[in-house]
């Protein structure tokens, strides 16, 4: 069987059953623009842990179709997470001889400096907020305080919120694949 065979059936019956929407989406679109052209015509029985390394290194060279460019680590260490999945999950149902995506190495992140508002930044944007005529701003301000993300503010009914004891219960995120599924 070859890879791409198999990584649709992965994809289907096993990945769009047990994730969330999001990480399928991430999964397929990852699986149908870097690993399929370069991986999915090698037989399952062929997939070595050299050739697997080799892919990863290429794609942090110049994996980004639209520059050349490398992959980010942390892109290739999601490749890398799901030819693992896929692979595992292929050797326990009996359709890989062997599980070599373990011998991968994973590539190093780098830290990026996170830059936070400061105190000042913040009130003027709460005063531009405060003063604005658009209450879909007021969500800006609770992502501020609060901590939580864009998705999971997108995510929030009335039933999330517990007046009586001042409690905001955070259990879902919004996604929409055409605005945050990026992968070059």
């Known amino acids: 069987m070859l890879y791409k065979e198999w990584l649709n059936i992965w994809l289907e019956n096993y990945v769009k059953l047990s994730v969330k929407m999001q990480t399928y989406t991430r999964y397929k679109r990852l699986c149908s623009l870097h690993i399929i052209p370069c991986l999915g015509n090698v037989e399952m029985r062929d997939l070595s842990a050299m050739g697997l390394q080799k892919f990863v290194t290429s794609q942090l060279e110049n994996g980004n179709l639209l520059t050349g460019k490398g992959l980010s680590a942390s892109c290739v260490n999601l490749t890398i997470s799901v030819l693992q999945s896929s692979l595992k999950t292929a050797y326990l149902a009996g359709v890989a001889p062997l599980y070599e995506a373990n011998k991968i190495r994973r590539a190093k ?76």
């Open 109 to 184: 992140l780098k830290e990026k400096q996170v830059e936070c508002f400061t105190i000042s930044e913040q009130k003027k944007l709460e005063n531009h907020i405060f003063a604005s005529p658009k209450d879909k701003l007021f969500g800006i301000v609770l992502c501020l305080y609060s901590g939580i993300r864009l998705g999971e503010l997108l995510a929030l009914t009335w039933n999330d919120i517990d007046f009586r004891s001042g409690t905001l219960s955070v259990s879902k995120t919004c996604f929409d694949a055409n605005i945050n599924g990026r992968f070059g």
